[in-house]
């Protein structure tokens, strides 16, 4: 099955600062790449995501690049500000043809400091 | 649009007492899944439904918990007997299904089994 593997666990930065989380997948038919953002006693929220024809897509704020040669995919987010403090997780998603499976790396904590 | 719905919040039981949580997909979302997250882990797949079948649920373990999703909509995961290991959020999701692969979570339910 797949395996997704998530970068920084923990991550730390400064008001205005970037903020870069990186993850790998195993299974080469993962062709969605959503990423989640969970604040604390919330449920996981889909902030952006990606699908295996294109290599990056931005948002404002972030932005998620894909490289499916070597399994990476990763989430940029420029100018951070406090609000975007939260865990992240990325995840990879496989359709069968039957359904969809989504499996999730095992999240970034990221704290924004002013 | 109404997100999806999870009852209850917070629930607290001893442990070999049985416990049930509650899932309302989002109208219309033909898959429906169940996550189990353990404090500071991603969400880990326990099973997925396509409208009233089971997709996926290999990694339910099957001794103790049991799901179910009646006329393809709402559904109930069940554990009975509880465990001090099964202390953890309970993820439901919904998506559309087929290649529209965007999940929608709920607020989870949190179980602390003493």
């Known amino acids: 099955g797949e395996n997704v593997e998530q970068h920084p666990s923990t991550l730390s930065v400064q008001e205005g600062d970037s903020a870069v989380i990186k993850c790998t997948y195993s299974?080469?038919?993962?062709?969605?790449f959503p990423w989640y953002k969970q604040e604390l006693g919330k449920g996981p929220q889909l902030i952006i995501d990606?699908?295996?024809?294109?290599g990056e897509k931005k948002d404002q704020r972030i932005a998620v690049t894909l490289n499916k040669t070597a399994k990476h995919f990763s989430l940029h987010i420029t100018e951070t500000q406090p609000e975007d403090s939260a865990v992240y997780f990325c995840?990879?998603?496989?359709?069968?043809?039957?359904?969809?499976?989504?499996?999730f790396g095992t999240g970034t904590r990221l704290q924004v400091t002013l | 649009e109404a997100g999806v719905a999870q009852s209850p919040r917070y629930k607290i039981i001893e442990k070999r007492q049985s416990v049930a949580f509650w899932c309302n997909p989002i109208?219309?979302?033909?898959?429906l899944y169940w996550y189990q997250q353990i404090l500071g882990q991603g969400p880990k797949l326990l099973i997925q439904?396509?409208?009233?079948?089971?997709?996926?649920d290999s990694q339910l373990p099957k001794d103790r918990f049991s799901a179910e999703r009646l006329k393809g909509v709402d559904s109930t995961l069940k554990i009975q007997p509880a465990k001090l290991e099964d202390s953890a959020v309970y993820l439901c999701?919904?998506?559309?299904?087929?290649?529209?692969?965007?999940?929608?979570f709920g607020q989870g339910t949190r179980l602390t089994v003493v």
């Open positions: 999701a919904s998506s559309l299904g087929g290649l529209n692969t965007e999940a929608f």
């Open positions: 299974d080469s038919a993962s062709n969605y």
């Open positions: 990606i699908r295996s024809n294109v």
């Open positions: 995840a990879a998603v496989d359709y069968t043809g039957t359904a969809s499976k989504l499996t």
């Open positions: 109208s219309g979302h033909a898959t």
């Open positions: 439904f396509q409208n009233n079948g089971v997709v996926d």
